[in-house]
């Protein structure tokens, strides 16, 4: 009987491995296409400012934008501790400083984690007359995000920032090892966290 326990731990390992693997070499790239809308997900702040990353989230959907593959953008994102601007309305700021016009952004602002973000937007969309997105987030986060958009049958299309703000292996393990333990955490919840 020890042996079926640790061919379970073996097998376990062996899936974390391999989720790993995919998440690391998911780019989640596809060829350009257009949707109603970029859904753009929040990411922490730096005081009341977008972070780097949630920068390089925004400009990548501006850019979108500018580029008519999308009409408008959805910023998701909601107060996170000790915060005093949700992430989506500091993402709204940004992205109007860049050109875009108020009556092309909308927000959803009580979002807190990813699961979040998909489960409030399938809520709102409705009254927003949007139907597909493009899915704008880092790279290593794509992948799950693809997932958890699936579980609440939201149209999306991955578009990863062109490059992810985690540029060496040092950077890139800890964040890497992060999704990968939140998309196995995910996946053996039955889709119930995170």
């Known amino acids: 009987m020890q042996w079926v326990g640790k061919a379970c731990v073996g097998a376990l390992l062996l899936y974390i491995g391999l989720s ?3 998440i690391w070499t998911f780019t989640g790239e596809t060829e350009l296409r257009h949707a109603d809308a970029a859904l753009v997900l929040g990411t922490r702040l730096e005081g009341e400012d977008p972070s780097y990353a949630l920068r390089e989230r925004i400009n990548h959907a501006v850019w979108l934008y500018d580029n008519k593959f999308v009409e408008t953008l959805v910023f998701t994102g909601g107060l996170t501790e000790g915060g005093s601007i949700s992430e989506a309305e500091a993402s709204k700021t940004y992205a109007l400083s860049l050109g875009v016009p108020e009556q ?3 927000i959803e602002d009580q979002s807190i984690v990813t699961r979040e973000n998909m489960e409030f937007v399938k809520k709102l969309m409705a009254s927003w ?3 597909n997105f493009l899915l704008v987030s880092d790279p290593f986060h794509m ?3 693809l997932m ?3 579980v609440f049958d939201l149209q999306v299309e991955a578009s990863p920032t062109p490059q992810s703000v985690y540029s060496t292996w040092a950077e890139q393990f800890p964040f890497v090892l992060r999704e990968t333990l939140a998309y196995v955490g995910y996946q053996m919840t039955f889709h119930q966290a995170f």
Do not use: C, L, Q, T
């Open 129 to 131: 007359e949007v139907d």
């Open 148 to 150: 958890m958009a699936d």
């Open 20 to 22: 790993m693997y995919g």
């Open 143 to 145: 992948k799950r995000a």
């Open 104 to 106: 092309d952004i909308i």
